[in-house]
């Protein structure tokens, strides 16, 4: 199984991110590890692993995806080879002005998830993305044609 945790932001930076991202208030995506530690990338040092709690009170939603072994494997080995990469600041800007969501130099929180998960094969086909971005609340959308959610 692969989980997921949804987090809404109380900051400007966050905020925006809800704006812009048109859709449920979550500004922010973890990968939950099996020790409960989350992967993510963030604005305040790029993908790591931060300690379960280091959202403080943020209202947070947790989302767990059904997948065997070899694909829950193939996800949590992607996300971890991207650890110590820059946080995507265009990705910010790609909310007005497009780029390549799927570039692996940098990542945004929603697009190296959706990343991994295409990657894994957890989706028969490649997303399509017209706007070319990826955001918490468009992850949330195409996540709920598989899974239930409630938000």
């Given at each position: 199984?692969?989980?997921?945790?949804?987090a809404q932001g109380s900051d400007l930076f966050a905020k925006t991110i809800e704006w812009y991202g048109g859709g449920p208030l979550y500004s922010h995506v973890d990968t939950v590890l099996p020790d409960g530690s989350l992967l993510g990338a963030r604005v305040?040092?790029?993908?790591?692993?931060?300690p379960a709690?280091?959202?403080?009170?943020?209202?947070?939603?947790?989302v767990e995806i059904p997948a065997g072994d070899p694909m829950t494997d193939a996800y949590y080995n992607g996300v971890k080879a991207?650890?110590?990469?820059?946080?995507?600041?265009n990705g910010i800007l790609g909310f007005v002005a497009g780029r390549d969501w799927r570039s692996p130099e940098s990542w945004f929180c929603s697009e190296l998830v959706a990343a991994k998960l295409e990657g894994c094969g957890y989706w028969p086909f490649?997303?399509?993305?017209?706007?070319?971005?990826?955001?918490?609340?468009n992850l949330i959308l195409v996540l709920s044609a598989k899974v239930p959610i409630t938000v």
């Open positions: 199984m692969i989980v997921l945790q949804f305040d040092g790029g993908v790591q692993v931060r709690g280091y959202l403080g009170a943020e209202t947070v939603l947790r991207e650890i110590g990469k820059p946080y995507d600041v490649p997303l399509a993305s017209p706007s070319n971005k990826v955001t918490p609340p």
